[in-house]
């Protein structure tokens, strides 16, 4: 027997054992529906005289605005076609069980390039035919903005859930931050004072669910829908009373300054979107890069992170697995306060009734898209505030698009992230179950 068949019997011999990882079909077929969309709904309906005006403002002092007209249909069924071949592409991919490109996954290069085209040409769809231009750019730099609570609210899911605590208490701590960014600013006439308030009320709101998960074992779940029903109405009690009573003190709003950075803000297209914004979204930027550095890059990550997937290991070490995760649930309260600020002391508003509006359980939405990882739950809440931006900017511009539509977009993207359309997403083993040791 020669050298090469003695070769090739024993590859075939070890491929045997080789257990192959099984096709998933569900990402193909989702590209080739959303491809149908886009070709049915946008392209089709579209009249071929048509112009779509496009405004982006660059920043430049040289560029200037620039106004794009462009031609409506051609520039849809370009973005149709390009859709239509990502599409076709990931057949062949997951049909040749290729998955990676490098240290690139492909399914998530094609998802975010597929994501860019849909939406495009839904823009250029939506406002073919109008005498207003899309401000392009403000659409961008609102959606950031409007993302500002979510992505607070999940980087401080992300710091509990992956220490071992559920926090489904978010909502109660942006709502408490807010409200006592706003006494205080009220009281201090200083925004900066309301901005440091903030996170001590989410702190506090983090300490009682430490209290009950931790010491007592309570059900993370009850405990956290128990803190929202708290924090919910001792906020509008106090309202109601303190706040109405006084409004002479207490509708004051102070509001933080805006700063554009110089030489970033005048980056085309960029620099106005990311480096002239409110001073809440600077503060964003650092605790988003300092937690995806520290969480997996850092001995304080691992300890975390160990008392999230196995506390048994982690006290076998030395690590005071309880203290630990008491020490971080509070301070993944302090973070979603720090996130209330956004709905006064940001905004130059007086607080109000249910101020946060929900945003708690969206940023949870966005934790466990982003797979509990600090950049993907930044990547799904910029996400929904774009959806939120989305809605605004074409309810402005008087779109036939009922809002109601684009204000299921968020939740419709949770559900199918959820149900394993991209890809399956894993919490932290040991989250919602105390540690008896």
């Not at 009281?187 to 669910?209: E, F, I, S």
């Not at 990550?301 to 048994?312: A, Q, V």
């Not at 971080?328 to 996130?339: D, E, S, W």
């Not at 905004?347 to 969206?362: P, T, V």
């Amino acid at each position: 027997m020669s050298t090469t068949q003695a070769d090739m019997e024993l590859f075939d011999a070890e491929l045997e054992h080789v257990v192959l990882r099984p096709r998933s079909w569900k990402l193909p077929i989702a590209l080739t529906f959303f491809t149908l969309v886009a070709a049915a709904g946008f392209c089709l309906t579209t009249p071929v005289d048509t112009i779509s005006k496009v405004a982006i403002v660059t920043g430049n002092r040289w560029l200037g605005t620039l106004t794009m007209n462009l031609p409506s249909f051609i520039s849809i069924l370009v973005l149709t076609i390009a859709m239509a071949c990502l599409a076709g592409f990931t057949w062949w991919i997951t049909s040749a069980r290729i998955y990676n490109l490098g240290k690139i996954r492909l399914a998530s290069l094609i998802g975010i390039l597929f994501g860019t085209f849909f939406v495009l040409s839904f823009l250029l769809w939506a406002v073919a035919g109008k005498t207003g231009a899309l401000q392009f750019t403000s659409l961008l730099s609102g959606a950031l903005f409007l993302s500002i609570p979510l992505i607070f609210g999940a980087m401080a899911g992300t710091v509990c859930e992956r220490v071992g605590v559920i926090n489904v208490s978010i909502e109660g701590q942006l709502l408490a931050g807010a409200f006592l960014a706003a006494v205080v600013g009220a009281l201090t006439k200083n925004p900066w004072l309301g901005l440091l308030a903030a996170p001590v009320a989410g702190a506090l709101v983090g300490c009682l669910l430490a209290l009950f998960a931790v010491r007592y074992w309570v059900d993370h779940i009850i405990v956290g829908i128990v803190l929202n029903v708290l924090v919910g109405g001792l906020t509008s009690y106090l309202f109601s009373t303190v706040l109405t009573r006084n409004q002479d003190v207490f509708s004051m709003a102070v509001k933080l300054p805006t700063w554009k950075i110089p030489i970033l803000s005048e980056i085309p297209v960029l620099g106005p979107v990311l480096f002239a914004q409110n001073a809440l979204v600077y503060i964003m930027y650092v605790v988003v890069i300092a937690l995806q550095i520290m969480l997996f890059k850092s001995k304080w990550g691992l300890r975390l992170r160990s008392c999230g997937e196995h506390p048994r290991a982690a006290d076998t070490v030395g690590i005071k697995v309880n203290r630990t995760r008491v020490i971080n649930t509070i301070l993944g309260g302090a973070i979603a306060g720090l996130g209330g600020a956004y709905f006064t002391v940001a905004n130059g508003l007086a607080f109000g009734k249910n101020a946060s509006d929900g945003r708690g359980f969206i940023a949870l939405a966005a934790m466990i898209l982003g797979g509990w990882k600090p950049k993907g739950a930044l990547v799904a809440a910029l996400l929904f505030g774009f959806a939120d931006n989305l809605q605004m900017s074409l309810s402005a511009m008087a779109v036939d698009v009922p809002s109601q539509f684009l204000g299921m977009v968020p939740y419709l993207i949770t559900i199918f992230a959820v149900a394993g359309l991209v890809g399956r997403v894993h919490p932290p083993a040991m989250e919602g179950k105390p540690y008896k040791g």
